[in-house]
């Protein structure tokens, strides 16, 4: 194909790509500003002003990290969870996303509703500390599975993607035999691919980051401790730390980390596996796009 | 794809099935799309209307130690207080001012990188800008707050020293010392936290929109403006009325971290958001019944703005979340 | 429904913060409070032969089979897989098995109470105990006490009736203070780089205003350090610091002791301290400051004192002695060690009486131990803790074992080096080994203070005015020494014996809301005050903030906290005198 290129196309990708870069660059300070304070020894970080290079280097910060002996189980046990908890609510996701998005189905609008409803009310956090409890999912690795299957936003999202699919597709697959179950995950989906790698994301996301179900609901089970329960868990032990300083005669010279830099260096430690993992995704993704738009 | 002349659509279908045979017929037809649907918004409606039983800690004085059967009740006393407490107001104000400018500028801001992202040829260049940008919604706000005092602070702050060193100003500026300024640099860092974020799922509807539209479009000879006025944005727009209808419910929703963490007590005026207020007045203190009167007031709230908002899309632009 | 679950995420951040002001503040009073002067050892009567009785011949049936109790905990660091509780089990029988909470405290605590899903043992504070109780959720242990309890009861002495409620019931059980000894870890709040010091000659200064002037001279002097601005005084107004930097130092400047944010005069009334007229006269210096720009400008909207200190070019400020630990190690690491701080008393005026040094006689307050309904057998749990207190247990809680943590040299106990050198250089060590527990009070488990002594007649904890020493660097030593001192707590007045805090009492519940929008007007007037352009100015905004307190009901929360000091005066009499 010809790409002609005007005087102002030019002008226009120059301008656009010098304010991506700026806003890229905008963007990982952040990320370098606590990279750098995750490699800054604690007690010179107490001093403030570092910004993208630590001052006094050291692997202390990770090595205490690092030394928590349940880390590791905890960080397999994030993967599966993280990976079950996905894989089954995206699908989860996208079944009820496609009936909701059929518009003979006789109970669309009450369904719709009902959700919509479910977004914006909430009974507070005993009522639902007891409702887990009574169902039986108190410390069950099923606590952290039920109450995230579905995320009625991102039913909506992908439920407001299928309707604008051109009805044509449907419609021919239903007059070949299709059933609905067959045209959701082998027509459906299959063009879909863009929407739902963002759900994809959405979903992980969340089931990564999350470790209050774990705290609340599942903190006496130790198998079902999670990363980030697990990295909470050193972040207030040196919070403690510094609070009982000198409540006896513990000598504080040896005091190799303080919150700040901990909470640097798990922030990198949990925010780097999504950060790599995503863009592969997204190429996956990109890529079953465009071989399925070829086989159309 | 035409539709073929001779067969019904589904919708069709319904209609002469709900005319003739009832509705156990539809059923029948149907079974498939209620298997997908009924048991997850069953499972939805358990642990969303389960807990709702808790509103009735609104109308009691509700003491964890005596449980909901014991605790001696108010009727609407914690409603009245409520109502009367200016502070209320006040957060409620806060909460409104900062939810509006939160969701107008990430609107904007998302739609706006999207389409700009969209415009790169450059696939390398456009996944990596894409990662970096949304690098810090992963950022906790106690980091975040924590680096905007740093490059804020009118002590050695790097935001000073660029104003000072350009003479724009003659003394260092306390920014966060300043009760006006407040909502605007919460908008900015939640802006900036949020941008790229936000941008993830318009850029996967742009991905998504028939590349023939672009194909046709460049045969005409459409300039990059036209193609972007007439294919992209109308592309992402049934999306971006649906996330404004959902968000305009969450403004009153606005939780507490940000304001929190970002506000000092020089602010406090313009930094009460409504969960702010919930929290410092009712949990800890140890009063759940008050909290849960604001509670569900929010809930209201947000139904309602819902409601109406989705009832004008619908009006003007036949978008609509229902 | 993921609204809910954001909005946990939220709760727990804020709680990292509430987590702190617990510990906080409990560090910060046990830091101030723990101090006395003459040594009355004497009631501690108990002859060796009863102490031998009651941890030997332990009641009817054995004691030794195994049984564990879950408890509470917010030490991530605790667990039972120790040398010290080995011990405690081999002698007991009983081990714990801890239930962390990382988050919020009092939150999980209410929904373990709602869910009728407690551990057996709960450490809670006096407000959590009291709805613990209402809640039916725990088991009074006045008898459990009579029949297996010596120890306790020994250790306790005439003070055993403080433990009672005023149903006459014991609902929790906590530390007693036998000391009336200097704590020699304690010290003045009030902080002035040696340096500057130093560059005034060392003078003694006692007022404010004479903090003021040398303040003013060191930053004319120096109106840099390392290329910084010099900050004269700094402060932290933003989240739970507040409380720590613009209420205590207004008690510590009129001498009183600490009762929280109130303060209590010689008839027993109660008054809420942020508007005192010391208030008044604190802001007013704290105003000059400002003015003069000596004020740390960034105050009003830093949560975290120790970040600026740890800068080493704040001169002054008001910070208790486990907020500057950390950053003095690393100014003499740094190679700077006239950036440390010398902890001073300031007074309003010279002749300001100090009555601040105070003794309780119990550590109520923070941490009290509850047996709840789900614990079986609570009587062995009893004799466990009777164990803890009985002078073997006091040994191996604070002593650790003979020969691995001390010995005996000449008749006293003494730690042993390597120990010492462990404590210094391991921060963990404490926990590795067992000496922490669930603190009920100041130290490790049950102590009975450090500076008392048990009936053998040597201390009963390790910390001494020997050792405190003994950890000072050469620069500490010198300044010190110009003032005619050894240890910082020599600058402290001897202490006088108190009934009780006011903190230590569960709050009365019925003005929380009120007492709230007090403190909210109080943080909200605050910067007004300090940042005031002139006299008038400040006039304005404390009229205003005492007109809005007055508005938000301060004379019935001050009413409130009148009486209930007063029953529990009338308590503490009675239960003397029982």
Redesign the interface.
Same mark, same amino acid.
């Given at each position: 194909m010809l790409v002609r290129r005007s005087k102002g196309d030019v002008i226009f990708s120059a301008f656009n790509y010098i304010l991506l870069l700026v806003l890229g660059i905008g963007t990982l300070f952040p990320f370098l500003n606590l990279a750098a304070i995750s490699l800054n020894d604690a007690g010179d970080t107490l001093k403030g002003t570092i910004y993208i290079w630590p001052r006094v280097f050291t692997l202390e910060n990770y090595s205490t990290i690092f030394a928590n002996h349940g880390l590791a189980a905890a960080a397999i046990r994030s993967v599966v969870r993280t990976v079950v908890g996905t894989a089954l609510g995206v699908i989860c996701t996208a079944m009820l996303a496609y009936a909701l998005s059929r518009k003979e189905f006789f109970l669309r609008k009450t369904y719709n509703i009902i959700l919509i409803i479910t977004m914006y009310v909430n009974g507070g956090l005993i009522p639902l500390y007891l409702l887990i409890k009574n169902i039986g999912l108190m410390n069950h690795a099923a606590v952290y599975i039920l109450p995230l299957l579905i995320g009625v936003f991102n039913v909506i999202i992908m439920r407001s993607y299928f309707e604008q699919l051109p009805e044509g597709i449907v419609e021919s697959a239903r007059i070949d035999g299709a059933s609905d179950f067959q045209i959701l995950f082998r027509i459906v989906l299959q063009i879909s691919l863009p929407v739902l790698s963002t759900i994809t994301l959405y979903i992980a996301v969340q089931h990564w980051n999350s470790w209050f179900d774990n705290y609340l609901y599942a903190s006496r089970n130790e198998n079902l401790n999670l990363l980030q329960y697990e990295l909470q868990k050193i972040l207030i032990s040196s919070v403690n730390q510094v609070m009982s300083a000198n409540t006896h005669i513990d000598a504080t010279d040896a005091r190799r980390t303080n919150p700040e830099t901990i909470r640097a260096a798990m922030t990198i430690i949990v925010t780097l596996p999504i950060l790599l993992v995503y863009p592969f995704l997204q190429k996956y993704f990109v890529k079953g796009m465009t071989v399925a738009a070829m086989k159309e | 794809m035409a539709k073929p002349a001779n067969t019904l659509t589904n919708q069709e279908i319904v209609q002469t099935a709900g005319k003739k045979a009832g509705k156990s017929l539809v059923i029948r037809r149907q079974y498939q799309l209620l298997l997908m649907s009924t048991p997850f918004v069953l499972l939805v409606m358990l642990f969303s209307f389960g807990p709702l039983w808790g509103w009735i800690m609104a109308f009691q004085h509700y003491k964890v130690a005596l449980g909901l059967w014991h605790s001696p009740w108010t009727g609407f006393d914690n409603f009245e207080l409520l109502f009367k407490d200016p502070q209320f107001f006040n957060a409620l104000r806060n909460t409104v001012v900062m939810g509006v400018l939160n969701l107008v500028t990430g609107f904007v801001g998302a739609i706006f990188l999207a389409l700009l992202l969209n415009e790169v040829r450059f696939v390398f260049f456009k996944r990596v800008i894409q990662t970096l940008t949304y690098i810090p919604h992963f950022v906790s706000w106690v980091v975040i707050a924590n680096i905007f005092a740093t490059l804020l602070s009118p002590d050695g702050g790097v935001v000073n020293a660029v104003l000072l060193k350009l003479g724009i100003i003659h003394d260092p500026l306390y920014f966060l010392g300043h009760e006006k300024w407040f909502w605007w640099i919460h908008t900015a860092a939640n802006f900036w936290k949020e941008l790229g974020w936000n941008t993830i799922i318009y850029l996967a509807v742009l991905v998504g929109l028939n590349p023939e539209h672009y194909e046709a479009a460049e045969v005409d000879g459409a300039t990059r403006w036209q193609k972007m006025r007439f294919i992209s944005i109308p592309g992402i727009m049934p999306t971006a009325v649906l996330l404004l209808i959902l968000n305009v419910g969450w403004i009153v929703q606005s939780g507490y971290e940000s304001q929190f963490l970002l506000g000092n007590p020089v602010v406090i005026n313009r930094s009460e958001v409504l969960d702010l207020y919930a929290l410092t007045y009712s949990t800890s203190i140890g009063d759940y019944s008050y909290g849960v009167a604001v509670s569900m007031f929010k809930s209201i709230v947000s139904l309602v703005l819902v409601l109406l908002v989705n009832y004008t899309a619908k009006k003007t632009s036949g978008s609509r979340l229902f | 429904? $993921? !609204?809910?679950?954001? !909005?946990?995420?939220?709760?727990? @951040?804020?709680s990292?913060m509430l987590? =702190?002001v617990m @510990?906080?503040c409990s $560090?910060n009073k046990?830091?101030e409070s723990n101090t006395t002067a003459s040594n009355n050892g004497g009631n501690t009567q108990a002859t060796n032969a009863k102490n031998d009785d009651a941890s030997t011949t332990e009641p009817t049936k054995a004691p030794l089979e195994p049984i564990t109790y879950s408890m509470n905990t917010?030490?991530?660091?605790l667990t039972w897989d120790t040398p010290i509780q080995k011990v405690f089990t081999e002698k007991t029988g009983v081990s714990l098995k801890y239930? /962390?909470i990382?988050?919020d405290e009092?939150?999980?605590e209410?929904?373990w109470?709602? $869910?009728g899903?407690y551990p057996d043992i709960m450490a809670m504070g006096p407000?959590e105990i009291q !709805?613990?109780?209402? =809640?039916?959720?725990l088991i009074p242990l006045n008898d459990l006490i009579d029949q297996y309890g010596p120890n306790i009861k020994e250790k306790f002495g005439e003070y055993f009736n403080l433990l009672k409620d005023a149903d006459g019931k014991i609902w929790s059980i906590y530390g007693v203070n036998k000391s009336r000894e200097a704590k020699a870890?304690a010290a003045a709040s009030f902080i002035v780089q040696y340096d500057v010091l130093k560059e005034a000659g060392y003078p003694e200064i006692k007022t404010l205003d004479q903090l003021y002037d040398i303040l003013k001279a060191y930053k004319d002097k120096h109106p840099q350090i390392d290329g910084?601005?010099t900050?004269g005084f700094s402060g932290a107004?933003?989240g739970w610091q507040?409380n720590i930097e613009y209420n205590n130092p207004i008690i510590s400047a009129s001498g009183l002791p600490d009762h929280g944010n109130f303060r209590i005069d010689t008839n027993g009334n109660v008054e809420y301290n942020p508007v005192s007229e010391d208030a008044k006269k604190y802001y007013g210096f704290l105003n000059k400051l400002y003015q003069n720009g000596l004020y740390?400008?960034?105050a009003?909207?830093q949560?975290d004192l120790?970040?600026k200190l740890?800068?080493?070019r704040v001169l002054a400020a008001y910070a208790p002695?486990?907020m500057v =630990?950390? *950053?003095e190690?690393?100014f003499r690491?740094d190679g700077h060690p006239e950036r440390q701080y010398a902890y001073l008393p300031l007074h309003f005026t010279e002749d300001t009486v100090d009555t601040s040094n105070s003794v309780v006689p119990t550590f109520a307050g923070s941490l009290q131990w509850a047996v709840t309904t789900t614990a079986k057998n609570p009587e062995r749990f009893i004799q466990f803790v009777d164990y803890l207190f009985s002078d073997e247990g006091q040994i191996l809680s604070q002593w650790g074992i003979e020969g691995t943590h001390y010995e005996v040299k000449d008749g006293k106990r003494t730690l042993l080096p390597a120990e010492l050198e462990a404590?210094?250089?391991?921060?963990d060590?404490?926990n590795k080994e067992g000496?922490k527990g669930n603190?009920t009070g100041?130290?490790?488990w049950f102590n009975v203070g450090d500076g008392a002594k048990l009936s053998d007649g040597d201390y009963a904890t390790? /910390?001494t005015k020997d050792?405190q020493m003994s *950890?000072y660097d050469d620069m500490t030593k010198d300044v010190l020494s110009h003032y005619g001192k050894q240890i910082w707590a020599d600058f402290l007045q001897p202490a006088e014996v108190v009934p009780g805090y006011l903190w230590q009492l569960s709050p009365p519940e019925n003005i $929380?809301?009120q @007492?709230?929008?007090i403190e909210?007007a109080w943080?909200?007037y605050?910067?007004k005050l300090i940042m005031s352009k002139n006299q008038a100015d400040f006039d304005n905004s404390w009229d205003g903030m005492k007109s809005t307190m007055e508005k938000a009901g301060l004379k019935e929360v001050n009413g409130a906290y009148t009486q209930l000091w007063a029953d529990f005066n009338t308590k503490f009499k009675a239960s003397i005198n029982e």
């Open positions: - | - | 429904m $993921s !609204k809910t679950w954001k !909005k946990g995420l939220t709760l727990m @951040a804020a990292v987590t =702190g @510990a906080g $560090s046990n830091g917010t030490d991530e660091k239930d /962390l990382v988050g009092t939150q999980k209410d929904l109470l709602a $869910s899903d407000q !709805k613990y109780k209402d =809640g039916g959720a870890d910084k601005d900050i107004m933003t507040v740390d400008k960034e009003f909207s949560d120790s970040k740890a800068q080493g002695k486990w =630990g950390d *950053i190690t690393q690491q404590r210094r250089t391991d921060p060590h404490a000496f603190g100041s130290g490790y390790p /910390l050792y *950890i $929380s809301l @007492a709230k929008k909210e943080k909200k605050l910067p």
